[in-house]
């Protein structure tokens, strides 16, 4: 079983090496998937869902990154020149990676849960008239 406090932890260390996120951003974004899944604060999650909670919350968190970088910009002083234009882009491009990260994760859960059907054509509605 985790915790609201284990699974900030995990989510946090996934996103140590991001230097303009706030300090409680990971706290945050924890909060808001246990609020979007129904589970309250001191709730203990069970294994199966460890990992989709997670997957949704980087997502966000990643998001969240990438709104923030937005407002990032491009320069060129003589012989210096930053670029950080594509800080945005990347940002949402590894949102995306933990979106499909979590629907993975649904659909492995809902694996063997969903039902599939075949129609066969008619015999006596065959092309050329064949039977």
Known sequence: MATLQTLTQRLARRFEAVSALPADAALLAMMDTFDTFGYV???DVPPADVNKLLAYA???????????????FKYQDGEESVDKSMVAKEYRAIAKLFRDEYQAEL????????????????RDRLRGGRL
């Not at 966000?60 to 937005?70: D, G, H, K, S």
């Not at 859960?109 to 054509?121: H, K």
Request: glycine residues 6%; without cysteine; charged residues 15%.
């Open 107 to 122: 659909d492995g859960q809902a694996a063997g849960t969903r039902s599939t059907f075949a129609v066969m054509p008619r």
């Open 58 to 72: 980087s997502a966000e968190l990643a998001t969240l990154v990438a709104i923030n970088a937005a407002s990032y």
């Open 41 to 43: 604060a001191d709730a």
